[in-house]
């Protein structure tokens, strides 16, 4: 299965989560299923993970949705345990019984579909997010270590006159707005390539020298205390100094080692990032380009 045997791989840590010691996550012990005892669709359990994130569940507010990846991690064929129903579903019974047998995911397909994975048969499926048809419900998750809540925002960033905004903790000058809120179209990464020699042609800002972020760049303005509403009425984590509308991921500059047709996307919604084809349209490209002190940020 992995390095960690599934016996020792969870910790139950006594205040309504439990660390998987394998992934380095750490999980809610009970799904909303558990705790609400009610159907629940994908916009309720953004709610529902905003009212945790406000009270600082188990002293956390990063809490969120798993992705795909994540939620696939918890199903495991030789473990046993029941859904409300008293059915059988394939999660370890550190986690209680009488949960849903479905969990939400942060996957989306625009405004209206999302992913949700099945425990009872390691099955992926798409639904309306309003949808409440299933016994419906999250379980919320969070990345120690890897997710960094961001602090003094208002030191750290300037937001200027011309649409740029400085994070001077990482010496970089943003576009505010990306070519998702811009455009109000998706873009392959050759298009968003193209997007940016226009703003340099145009001197957006009063500079010629933006460019695709590094991955690493990307990372640094995903915020998880900090959800924002996208295009689509769906939630990104990025500082309220950006404004809401944005796409879901950016295009960065990062290409795969050996492959060169492919490149990696990061994703605001969830702190991950996948290479990708570049001829495949994502939502946008966030421009940065380099902070010079010398002249930049007063604008």
């Not at 969070?142 to 990482?170: A, L, M």
């Amino acid at each position: 299965m992995n390095e960690v045997t599934s016996k020792a791989r969870f910790s139950d840590n006594g205040d309504g989560t439990v660390s998987d010691l394998s992934s380095k996550r750490m999980w809610l012990k009970e799904d909303t299923w558990g705790r609400k005892g009610n159907r629940m669709s994908w916009w309720e359990c953004q709610e529902f993970c905003n009212e945790m994130n406000k009270q600082k569940f188990a002293g956390f507010d990063d809490w969120r949705l798993p992705n795909a990846g994540e939620a696939k991690e918890l199903f495991d064929p030789s473990a046993s345990n029941t859904d409300m129903e008293g059915c059988e579903i394939h999660i370890d019974p550190v986690f209680p019984a009488g949960c849903g047998f479905t969990t939400w995911t942060t996957e989306s397909r625009g405004a209206k579909a999302a992913m949700g994975f099945d425990y009872r048969s390691d099955y992926e499926f798409w639904l309306a997010k309003e949808n409440d048809g299933f016994p419906s419900s999250v379980r919320l998750v969070r990345t120690p270590g890897k997710t960094r809540v961001i602090k003094n925002t208002e030191d750290r960033f300037q937001k200027h006159k011309n649409g740029t905004i400085s994070d001077f903790e990482n010496k970089l000058m943003w576009k505010a707005s990306d070519s998702f809120l811009e455009l109000d179209k998706w873009v392959s990464w050759e298009e968003a390539k193209n997007y940016i020699k226009d703003l340099n042609t145009n001197q957006f800002g009063g500079h010629s020298d933006w460019r695709m972020p590094t991955r690493k760049e990307a990372q640094a303005i995903h915020d998880p205390a900090s959800p924002v509403t996208d295009t689509f009425g769906d939630t990104v984590y990025i500082p309220k100094v950006f404004p809401p509308g944005s796409g879901q991921t950016t295009w960065t500059k990062t290409l795969h080692k050996t492959d060169p047709s492919m490149a990696m996307r990061f994703h605001f919604y969830n702190g991950d990032h996948k290479f990708h084809k570049r001829g495949l349209r994502s939502h946008g490209v966030r421009p940065v380009r380099d902070l010079k002190p010398e002249s930049d940020e007063t604008a």
